[in-house]
């Protein structure tokens, strides 16, 4: 396969399903963000020592693919090849919450994000995700799509909160509390 097709040199990209749009058009605005999501989490990897997170977050990446096929490919697309989000993501992602919050001591104040290498990875992966999450509703107040990317998005990045804290948790790292 051929990295570059030169396709896109006037500024345009297709979606799946042969439509072309603009590469500034709010669909590709939200796929590029969700991607950028999955590189920050990526990083974050890197960075965790669990095997367990590890394995977590690259079914996240994972999903996050799917999501970004299924926002690439407008409802009307008469293709064959792609599997729309469901709601089994957003369930394993809320059961890794509830596991996670059963360990973690309760919050009593907002925190500050930060605390390990790890935490803090995550911490920015999460803002990356309320932003994908922001795109993609704009998307669907323009246009029709999956409903259920929207709500994987917000659990997501609810998901990442927790992660962060669990792994700074796990790490022995305090979180700072907002003192205002």
């Known amino acids: 396969m051929k990295i570059y097709t030169k396709t896109g040199d006037a500024g345009e990209t297709a ?3 042969g439509q072309r749009v603009g590469k500034e058009d709010i669909r590709i605005d939200a796929c590029g963000t969700v991607d950028e999501l999955n590189a920050f989490l990526g990083r974050a990897i890197t960075y965790c020592t669990s095997p367990d997170i ?3 977050l690259v079914r996240v990446q994972g999903e996050l693919f799917q999501v970004g096929a299924d926002l690439a490919t407008p409802l009307d697309a ?3 090849y792609i599997t ?4 089994e993501p957003i369930r394993q992602l809320e059961a890794d919450i509830d596991e996670w919050e059963a360990i973690l001591p309760p919050l009593t104040s907002f925190i500050l994000p ?3 290498q ?3 990875e995550l911490h920015i992966a999460r803002t990356v995700c309320r932003r994908a999450e922001r795109r ?10 999956n409903e259920k990317t ?3 998005l917000n659990r997501l990045s609810d998901w990442l909160f927790v992660l962060a804290r669990m792994v700074n948790h796990r790490q022995n790292v305090s979180e700072a509390p907002w003192k205002p």
């Open 150 to 152: 929207i709500i994987y």
């Open 114 to 116: 930060g605390g390990s």
């Open 15 to 17: 979606l799946f399903g």
């Open 78 to 80: 008469k293709t064959s």
């Open 84 to 87: 729309r989000l469901d709601s």
């Open 54 to 56: 590890r394995s977590r």
């Open 136 to 145: 993609v509703v704009s998307l669907a107040r323009a246009e029709p799509i």
């Open 118 to 120: 790890s935490g803090a």
